[in-house]
């Protein structure tokens, strides 16, 4: 990002859906290695990223708020959440991805903040978890230093429901903020 670039956040739309395939799937690609198999990851993981994303973003669920994070016109970072997930844990952020050159600068720590700030202001009282692999510690720390808790620890789901694209048995971390307000003073 240049400094001419500005950093603009705004809610993501149906015609997103190919950018944020490729920003998720790039993230896949860099931070799963060894918990889901090489051939997918190698393999159509953005077709696979694509079909998720089009489907989400062209009917969208009224519990979910897909935020994105733009520079020079290209989706540099997403966070999608889904309100009231769970009764004791709240909204689930079930992704939260920011372009590889852009980590460390401030994105995932302001996406994070949006979505606090939506859960607060659709569910007051909400608490709002993700869950990350063991194997991401560099996720992990950037949880752990914006409040994050390790509260559970199990076995990862299998992408689409297919064991066959899985290493073993990966294991992840629920990460939660029983007050997501937290999240707003880390901005």
């Not at 692999?133 to 199990?154: D, H, I, K, P, S």
Request: with cysteine; hydrophobic share 40%.
């Amino acid at each position: 990002m240049t400094s001419d670039d500005v950093l603009r956040f705004r809610s993501a739309g149906a015609g997103d859906a190919a950018a944020v395939a490729g920003l998720h799937a790039d993230s896949w690609r860099r931070h799963y290695r060894g918990a889901f198999t090489d051939a997918f990851l190698d393999g159509d993981v953005v077709g696979f990223q694509l079909v998720r994303w089009t489907g989400r973003l062209s009917e969208p669920d009224p519990r979910d708020r897909t935020i994105v994070a733009e520079s020079g016109g290209e989706i540099v970072g997403l966070a999608h959440t889904r309100l009231g997930d769970d009764p004791a844990w709240g909204a689930l952020l079930d992704n939260l991805h920011v372009a590889h050159g852009l980590k460390r600068s401030g994105v995932g720590t302001r996406l994070l903040a949006l979505t606090a700030q939506e859960v607060l202001d659709a569910t007051p009282g909400s608490g709002l978890y993700l869950w990350v692999l063991e194997q991401n510690t560099a996720a992990q720390a950037f949880y752990a230093a914006r409040g994050g808790q390790c509260v559970e620890t199990t076995f990862a789901g299998a992408p689409g429901g297919n064991p066959a694209r899985l290493n073993g048995r990966p294991r992840c971390l629920r990460i939660a903020w029983p007050d997501p307000s937290a999240l707003l003073a880390a901005e």
